[in-house]
């Protein structure tokens, strides 16, 4: 390809990755150092959005809540993702329409299906998992107001939300393991525990990876979903990093602009490091592939 | 080739879904119809080139007559009114992004009571009496009750023209009442009483409803219970969370918690509704603007049962109801780059006498005779309120101390801090903020 074909073809892309993701990420570290209120030129204020934001014991809550609920739904996500993939993998003209139906979750507005989810807990409006709930166990939960009951409430949204992308990834890495493997491992007489352990898994690592990055970036960045789910999630620790920003930059008026940037960079940050094993290796995969 | 067929149909799948429920979502979020509005004279001078007027205005069923009839009426010829739907706290953060450069996204907005003090002494609105003085008899503007223009006005100058009023009304289901013998509560005492007799019977676990999600809601909850007590947030300028009126507000919300859902901090206004047309709940008091819902058959088989009353006092001793009057009404932003008296006239179109009187029952208008006792069913009530309700304050830091505050009146009404320290962290974190503002 001549050079000049390929500054056309990169050219556009390029244009709007500037425009979109770098200039915006370097107005954010500017005004990180900065007191910035809209429309006015923003103030040096050197570290002090940094110290305010590293010294509230609310985003400290907001930081522990967040890396929890990554860990916990990356988990399971994980586990479930791939033992419903080898299930559906295993339906015959069934599978486009489970498939189908599974993505329903997905690709549902964030609010919306987050909305109707809280319903599910709501006596208010019907309430009908709440109900099931309580029939089971004798108890009642305060869904919405007890920390606990609220994290269990939230991790399982977030699950039903982004578990259809992982099926399908996880399915078409299942699809791509060579037929010859399996059968090899079949004749040396590997269980079927061991098979997935010793012969699929590691084939389709490279997926996994993939899986893993897009879960823990999606739910680092959770936000819309904690506005039905949890009203008050500042005074139950159930905060979320991005929710933090958004109650101290925008809600009701606030103009805190200066802070909300810096808690965004440490967040640029926090988010590098949960993804640097994952990046380092689909790196080492792709060169490997080169 | 199997995983390939596969991948495409989980794909096309996915693209079918996603068109339905994008179709859905925009179905859901469609811009205001104005087709039904009542169609008023909007004589303003036409201007030469084509124009497009931003109105900022949050949806409900009292605010949108208003809206739909300005939208309606002065769009003609080269000028085109555009609203989209947006709820409350998206009017609070756009109103702040829109007033604060050179130039805005809107040319009208419509505010309220407790925000003008601060918009206004920040330059971020016009004063609209010259408007008012000029367009006086055309628009028939001295009809507008002076109660609420004072509302809407800072330092003597009115910032904003008042469209109509919310104050707190009780409604209660008049079928249990009766068939336990009560009356309608005068005092929070008289609340739990009743509570407690509904209780009693069987029914209804938690007969109080109240709006105290931990956002606004909680915060003008607790300052109709100041208010109630003839003390308020600011008194010339100085916070009053350490005062007896705040302890008496907070111990008397502490005492009706009981008697109200456990997960009452995450009620909104709608919830509480909610619970009212599930009979989930015996009484509710909520803003004026919700009761027109109430009286609807279609949202609820109770609709009949429902009756409304001023809503208790704090105690007997109290001066005044547990009630606040918000006040809204439509101001022109400074930056905005059309002509104002053009402006001026659309705003003063919505508040006519025709679109005014076609807002009842939805609404309180703020033009006077038009809201009698026979207008609605809460109209008595409303009526009962707005006289015993302790007048708005006006001050430029009540907006910003709310917001302060907020994160530990939510502590201490969840039991999580005791009444006095909470006290004093709310006294130091609006002196703080009086300091800085």
Redesign the interface.
């Known amino acids: 390809m001549r050079r000049r074909e390929f500054a056309v073809l990169i050219g556009p892309s390029l244009l709007v990755m500037v425009g979109l993701l770098v200039l915006p990420l370097v107005r954010t570290i500017q005004w990180s150092f900065q007191e910035v209120?809209?429309?006015?030129v923003g103030t040096f204020v050197g570290l002090s959005n940094y110290s305010q934001a590293l010294t509230d014991p609310r985003f400290g809550r907001a930081v522990f809540f967040t890396l929890l609920l990554t860990i916990v739904v990356t988990s399971i996500i994980l586990v479930i993702g791939y033992l419903i993939a080898v299930g559906v993998n295993g339906l015959g003209a069934l599978?486009?329409y489970i498939?189908?139906s599974m993505?329903?979750a997905?690709?549902?507005?964030g609010v919306?299906g987050a909305v109707s989810f809280s319903w599910l807990f709501d006596?208010?409006?019907g309430g009908v998992l709440n109900l099931a709930i309580e029939r089971l166990t004798g108890r009642e939960f305060?869904?919405?107001?007890d920390t606990w009951p609220n994290r269990a409430m939230i991790i399982a949204h977030t699950v039903w939300h982004l578990l259809p992308f992982s099926v399908?990834m996880i399915?078409?890495g299942l699809?791509?393991v060579p037929k010859e493997l399996r059968e090899a491992a079949t004749i040396d007489g590997a269980s079927a525990w061991k098979m997935h352990l010793y012969v699929i898994i590691p084939t389709m690592r490279g997926i996994i990876g993939f899986v893993c990055l897009i879960t823990i970036m999606d739910v680092l960045r959770t936000f819309d979903s904690l506005i039905p789910l949890s009203?008050?999630a500042?005074?139950i620790g159930n905060e979320s990093i991005m929710y933090y920003v958004f109650d101290n930059a925008?809600?009701?008026?606030?103009?805190q602009l200066g802070l909300g940037s810096a808690v965004n960079v440490l967040s640029i940050l926090l988010i590098l490091i949960c993804l640097f094993p994952f990046i380092r290796d689909l790196l080492k995969e792709a060169k490997t592939k080169a | 080739m199997?995983?390939r067929t596969?991948?495409r149909?989980?794909l096309t799948?996915?693209v079918?879904?996603?068109t339905l429920?994008g179709v859905t979502?925009c179905g859901?979020g469609s811009r205001t119809g104005a087709a039904d509005a009542t169609a008023v004279e909007c004589d303003y001078t036409m201007p030469e080139a084509e124009t497009t007027v931003n109105v900022l205005a949050y949806n409900s069923s009292a605010i949108d007559p208003f809206t739909n009839t300005m939208v309606k009426s002065c769009t003609r010829e080269n000028v085109t009114l555009k609203h989209d739907p947006i709820d409350f706290?998206g009017q609070?953060?756009k109103?702040?992004?829109t007033l604060?450069?050179?130039t805005g996204s809107y040319d009208i907005i419509e505010t309220y009571g407790f925000?003008v003090p601060e918009i206004a002494s920040a330059g971020s609105i016009i004063a609209l009496d010259d408007y008012v003085a000029e367009y006086e008899e055309k628009y028939k503007l001295d009809a507008l009750n002076e109660g609420m223009r004072s509302a809407l006005s800072y330092d003597g100058k009115l910032y904003a023209l008042p469209m109509q009023a919310q104050m707190y009304v009780m409604a209660y289901r008049a079928d249990v009442f009766e068939d336990l013998g009560l009356t309608p509560p005068k005092t929070f005492d008289d609340m739990i009483e009743a509570a407690k007799t509904i209780r009693e019977q069987g029914d209804i676990e938690y007969p109080i409803a109240l709006p105290m999600?931990?956002?606004?809601d909680v915060s003008t909850i607790y300052q109709a219970a100041m208010n109630s007590t003839g003390t308020d947030f600011l008194d010339a300028g100085e916070p009053q969370f350490d005062s007896e009126g705040s302890r008496q507000a907070l111990e008397g919300l502490q005492s009706l918690l009981p008697y109200m859902d456990?997960?009452v901090?995450?009620f909104?206004q709608p919830?509480v509704q909610?619970?009212m047309y599930?009979g989930?709940a015996a009484m509710a008091i909520m803003f004026s603007g919700r009761m027109n819902d109430l009286t609807l058959d279609t949202n609820s088989k109770l609709a009949a049962d429902f009756a409304f009353a001023a809503p208790p006092s704090i105690d007997s001793d109290a001066p005044y109801l547990f009630s606040r009057l918000s006040v809204d009404g439509w101001a022109i932003p400074e930056n905005t780059q059309l002509d104002k008296d053009m402006l001026f006239q659309m705003i003063a179109s919505s508040v006519s006498e025709d679109a005014s009187r076609a807002s009842v029952p939805a609404a309180y208008p703020a033009r006077e005779g038009i809201v009698t006792d026979e207008s609605s069913k809460y109209a008595v009530a409303a009526n009962e309120t707005t006289a015993g309700t302790m007048p708005a304050p006006n001050d430029p830091a009540s907006?910003p101390v709310t917001?302060a505050i907020r994160?530990v009146l939510?502590?201490v009404l969840?039991g999580?801090l005791d009444i006095e320290a909470g006290m004093q962290d709310m006294q130091r974190l609006a002196e703080e903020t009086v300091a800085g503002n």
């Open positions: 209120t809209y429309g006015q599978r486009p498939l189908g993505l329903v997905y690709v549902l507005p919306v006596s208010n409006f305060l869904w919405f107001t399908l399915l078409a699809q791509g009203p008050q500042d005074a925008f809600r009701d008026g606030s103009q | 199997r995983y596969y991948l149909t989980g799948t996915l079918i879904a996603a429920s979502a859901a706290s609070v953060t109103t702040t992004a604060s450069g050179d925000a999600n931990a956002t606004a456990p997960q901090t995450t909104d919830k909610q619970q599930n989930t907006a917001n994160p939510v502590q969840t999580q």
